[in-house]
């Protein structure tokens, strides 16, 4: 219980255990956070045992309850298993299943796992072999761990696209997705490489690959604290969220689309195909970052779909008597799902007749509860209250919502939506490698960190990004920030340019010319008055460098989906600048994580 205590930041809507002893199963789950669970043992007492596993849920599939809580059990009552990550093939192992006569009480994708691994082990296979037979089966990104009640001794786990550490004990190993939960009984782990299977009993470790092959593991001496431990060694859960975008983002994506370039939305069910061809326009309500993704999303959708797309602030929409109707999509983006401005927008979208698609990161929150349809943005916890991962995962959902409209609206064909799928997907890397470069913006926080005023600029969908480089900043630095239209600097704004201000300037990529010249010229106009242009261009952008004095280079993307790169320097400036300042990332003054007020 400790373990999985520390474990909670990871998902807190459920959490469940389930021990071996004396040849049987001992299963207890709730809903809700650990405290549900904890209250539930006091007043059920298990048997002793010293073999078990244990999950805390951030619900995917199905609705964060009793019955949806790991660990899930096989019919027979002989296997349990908890689960990370998402098994794509679910639904038709589940189909596969239920002809063979499996019956399932859970709505989950984990539940497949059990039922195959009790017909492996029937099939006289032991836990270790079921599993690795079991895995040879499963698509996607997962985290297995296994008990099997006549296996005494004995936990299996399994690791594909999905983080696994073993605790080194003495008599006594672990596993957990994250060294944090057996930090108090050991440090000493073996991190499990992609595609391998490990059995622990008190006294040996067995590491094979799904191939069955023994495989070379490396112990190595985990120096953290508890408490750095949370963070993952970083300093602060904002940095690490940053940190964890490349996953955040390729999860997001995960499953969404197949080989054809499909766009396959599950999630979608409350809104039929022929609903969205009826729509003739897209309103979406936001707050926030989430209301700056939605800007860029108004870009794509607008592009893609052609259908006209308007995006506003949800504490503005519903008291200026929007034209709202049955033809009318709502799109609604939240990371928390329980912002109240935004509940209450989507609340008077659907009075008005408007169907509603939810964008959100927490399963089973008030707003996807009380919208037609929902895509969920697989981020994870986001813990520091600057949203980060929030705000690129929403990004993703926002492009696949958009090529989704396209493809049902018979806007674009399928290669050309592929085209774009397969660009979307090479996003994690590049992320990463902006992330990779973290030190060098990092350096010029340094340098800036007694400057007070700070202006940003970005044309297109570099016009969002450059308002949230600016949020970031006031949220965390508490620096007077603001982002403008590039075009719109010479109306106004750019009177308060003043010698050696720092500019920082978002170039779109080369390949839309007209509009990269265009922010080359806005460049020029604040130089000329004295700013300190930190310019962020595509890689090998020799004109754009020589007019700027700080340079943040960008792997190449194509324009729509720059925001996914761009914002990710302004989000570690932000963060390092708020650090150098000696200000509390995490928990800046005056901010709530979730808004439940209007
Ligand atoms: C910015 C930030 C806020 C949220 C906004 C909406 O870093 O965190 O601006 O984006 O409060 O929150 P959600 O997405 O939970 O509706």
């Known amino acids: 219980m400790a373990g999985l205590r520390r474990m909670e930041y990871r998902g807190y809507d459920s959490a469940g255990i389930a021990i071996v002893a004396a040849g049987r199963l001992a299963v207890a789950k709730k809903a809700g956070k650990l405290a549900n669970l904890e209250a539930e043992l006091d007043d059920r007492h298990l048997p002793t045992s010293h073999q078990g596993i244990g999950h805390t849920r951030w619900a995917t599939h199905g609705a964060p309850n009793d019955t949806n809580a790991h660990p899930h059990v096989s019919a027979d009552g002989r296997v349990a298993v908890v689960h990370n990550g998402i098994i794509e ?115 040996e470790i067995t590491v094979v690959g799904f191939d069955g092959q023994p495989a070379e593991v490396q112990r190595y001496q985990v120096d953290w604290d508890t408490s750095a431990a949370e963070k993952g060694g970083f300093d602060w859960f904002m940095r690490k969220e940053i940190f964890e975008q490349p996953k955040a983002v390729a999860d997001t994506l995960l499953g969404r689309y197949n080989d054809h370039g499909e766009l396959v939305l599950d999630e979608m069910r409350g809104i039929s195909q022929e609903d969205l061809r009826r729509v003739n326009k897209i309103v979406i309500v936001a707050c926030g970052s989430a209301y700056y993704a939605g800007m860029v999303a108004k870009y794509a959708i607008e592009h893609w779909t052609r259908v006209p797309c308007e995006v506003e602030v949800a504490s503005e929409f519903r008291y200026r008597d929007p034209i709202v109707d049955p033809q009318t999509l709502c799109v609604t983006i939240s990371q928390s799902g329980e912002t109240a401005d935004t509940l209450m927008a989507i609340r008077h979208a659907r009075i008005q007749g408007a169907k509603v698609i939810a964008i959100c990161n927490t399963n089973g929150a008030t707003i996807p509860r009380e919208s037609d349809a929902v895509i969920y943005t697989h981020a994870g916890p986001e813990i520091g209250v600057a949203s980060t991962k929030g705000f690129l995962t929403q990004l993703a959902a926002c492009y696949l919502l958009g090529l989704y409209l396209a493809q049902v609206r018979g806007m674009k064909y399928s290669d050309e939506i592929r085209l774009i799928t397969t660009e979307l997907a090479g996003t994690p890397e590049l992320i990463q490698r902006m992330l990779d470069d973290a030190d060098r913006v990092y350096q010029l926080a340094h340098e800036l960190a007694d400057q007070n005023d700070f202006i940003f600029l970005g044309r297109h969908v570099g016009f969002p990004v450059a308002l949230e480089g600016a949020l970031k900043l006031k949220e965390i630095a508490y620096q007077h920030a603001e982002g403008f239209a590039a075009g719109e600097l010479k109306h106004g704004p750019i009177a308060i340019i003043e010698p050696g201000m720092p500019v920082f300037v978002i170039v779109p990529p080369a390949g839309r010319d007209q509009l990269r010249d265009k922010v080359i010229s806005n460049i020029q106009e604040v130089r000329a008055r004295g700013a300190r242009t930190i310019v962020l261009a595509e890689e090998g952008d020799a004109q754009v460098a020589s007019y700027a004095d700080e340079l943040i280079w960008l792997p190449h993307v194509s324009t729509l989906l720059q925001p996914l790169l761009s914002s990710v320097p302004l989000q570690l400036f932000a963060c390092e600048l708020a650090t150098v300042l000696g200000h509390d990332v995490d928990q800046p003054r005056n901010l709530a994580k979730s808004v439940t007020v209007e």
Request: charged share 25%; net charge negative.
């Open 89 to 203: 093939n679910y639904s038709q192992l589940r189909a596969e299943l239920g002809e063979a006569g499996a019956e399932f009480m859970s709505e989950t994708d984990t539940e497949v796992a059990a039922h195959l691994l009790a017909r492996e082990l029937a099939g006289n296979h032991d836990l270790l072999g079921a599993m690795r037979a079991v895995v040879g089966r499963l698509q996607g990104a997962f985290t297995l761990v296994a008990v099997d009640a006549e296996a005494t001794d004995q936990v299996v786990a399994a690791r594909r696209n999905s983080p696994l550490v073993v605790g080194v004990g003495d008599g006594e190993n672990f596993v957990a997705s994250d060294v944090l939960a057996f930090i108090e009984h050991t440090r000493e782990v073996v991190e499990l490489g992609q595609d391998q299977v490990v059995r622990i009993s008190p006294s």
